[in-house]
Structure formats: structure tokens, C-alpha cells
């Protein structure tokens, strides 16, 4: 599996329906929604992974697996 913010080497973690989890050894741990992931895909779009990884640190100090959806997801211009 690979990250979906970064696309380096991540571990799939089994989730609830609609999302997909991953564990990446740069990125961390997150949820990312499915319907995101299509958008994205669907428009060519990829993250900006140092601010979305800065956002993931900020986020862990709210709840340990943040999760990401379109109002989260911040993209690379
Ligand atoms: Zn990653």
C-alpha cells in the first residue's frame, strides 16, 4: 500500500466503510474519506504533503487518528 499523501510506503489498516486508513512511517497515522480520494483523483489533484503532515501534528493533539475529508484536505497549488 502506499500513502495517500505522500505515496511513499504505508500500511493499509482496516477501517469503517467510506474510509481508508493508512499508517505511513513519514506522514503517520491518519483516515482519509473515499469520496475525497475520487474527487482527488478525478481532478488530477495531489496534496501538499508538508502542510497537510504539519496539519496531521497539530490534529494529533486533538484525537490520535485524525481523519481527512474536503473541508481538510489541503492541496498543492
Ligand atoms: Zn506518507
Known amino acids: 500500500m ?4 505522500c505515496a511513499g510506503q504505508a500500511e493499509s489498516v482496516e477501517c469503517a466503510s467510506g474510509w481508508e486508513e493508512r499508517r505511513c ?7 482519509m474519506s473515499q469520496s475525497l480520494i475520487l474527487a482527488m483523483m478525478e481532478e488530477g489533484q ?3 504533503t508538508e502542510r497537510m503532515r504539519a496539519w496531521l501534528v497539530c490534529r494529533r493533539q ?10 481538510q484536505a489541503i492541496l498543492a497549488p
Open 25 to 31: 512511517s513519514v506522514c503517520g497515522w491518519y483516515r
Open 46 to 48: 495531489i496534496f501538499d
Open 62 to 71: 486533538l484525537m490520535p487518528i485524525p481523519t481527512i475529508d474536503a473541508s
Open 2 to 5: 502506499s500513502c495517500l499523501i
